[in-house]
Antibody, heavy 128, light 110 residues
Framework: EVQLVESGGNLVQPGRSLRLSCAASGLTFDDYAMHWVRQAPGKGLEWVSGISWNGGDLGYADSVRGRFTISRDNARNSLYLQMDGLKTEDTAFYYC?????????????????????WGQGTLVTVSS | QSALTQPASVSGSPGQSITISCTGTSSDVGAYKPVSWYQQNPGKAPKLVIY???KRPSGVSNRFSGSKSGNTASLTISGLQAEDEADYYC??????????FGGGTKLTVL
């Protein structure tokens, strides 16, 4: 069974940093592009960032570009999101998700596919 | 990067069909094939129900269908059932390695 498990969410003060992790199991991790999507309590989904299978291509939403950094460690089957300069509006559940098809199926382009597996989310609260 | 536009809410009675629209621009929905739709129940992670505009993943009911015309994509649910009550989100590639979601639509089964 394919599983994505996020961790690292916490209560943090504005301006501080936090690092989220996503541990993947049950799949060939380095086959797939991976993404972070967030959802503020009671609000809609917002794509945050994505990374290609080998880390060569990155993408960020305007709202986090320059503050957040996505990375991955294929040897550890893990995805990360380094969040610096946190703002109160960054408060949300953060979901890790994988693109539906991978490079072995010919789908290598970051963002050009749906998201089929999602983690349970980890809550980040930014407040003084 | 503006969110794709969806109606805030739609409703229908059991057995009826409903359609949820998702309007973007010629730089996202109108430009790319990978429009997808997600169903989200309260307190749960989203679930993929439509990908590449019209395709259904294995295990998703054939009561769910998708289409696109110009800059607007649509999700239709036929034979509405109580279990379909949820929030629905559209999603599109927006170029330059970025992705956009719609604002979400709450479906109420009357």
């Amino acid at each position: 069974e394919v599983q994505l498990v996020e961790s690292g969410g916490n209560l943090v003060q504005p301006g501080r940093s936090l690092r989220l992790s996503c541990a993947a199991s049950g799949l060939t991790f380095d086959d797939y592009a991976m993404h972070w999507v967030r959802q503020a309590p009671g609000k809609g989904l917002e794509w945050v960032s994505g990374i290609s299978w080998n880390g060569g291509d990155l993408g960020y939403a305007d709202s986090v570009r320059g503050r957040f950094t996505i990375s991955r460690d294929n040897a550890r089957n893990s995805l990360y999101l380094q969040m610096d300069g946190l703002k109160t509006e960054d408060t949300a559940f953060y979901y890790c998700t994988k693109q539906y098809r991978g490079i072995r199926s010919g789908y290598s382009h970051l963002g050009l596919d749906a998201f089929d597996i999602w983690g349970q989310g980890t809550l980040v609260t930014v407040s003084s | 990067q503006s969110a794709l536009t969806q109606p805030a809410s739609v409703s229908g009675s059991p057995g009826q069909s409903i359609t949820i629209s998702c309007t973007g621009t010629s730089s996202d929905v109108g430009a790319y094939k990978p429009v997808s739709w997600y169903q989200q129940n309260p307190g749960k992670a989203p679930k993929l129900v439509i990908y590449e505009v019209t395709k259904r993943p294995s295990g998703v009911s054939n009561r769910f269908s998708g289409s696109k015309s110009g800059n607007t994509a649509s999700l239709t649910i036929s034979g509405l059932q109580a279990e379909d009550e949820a929030d629905y989100y559209c999603c599109s590639y927006a170029g330059s390695n970025t992705v956009l979601f719609g604002g979400g639509t709450k479906l109420t089964v009357l």
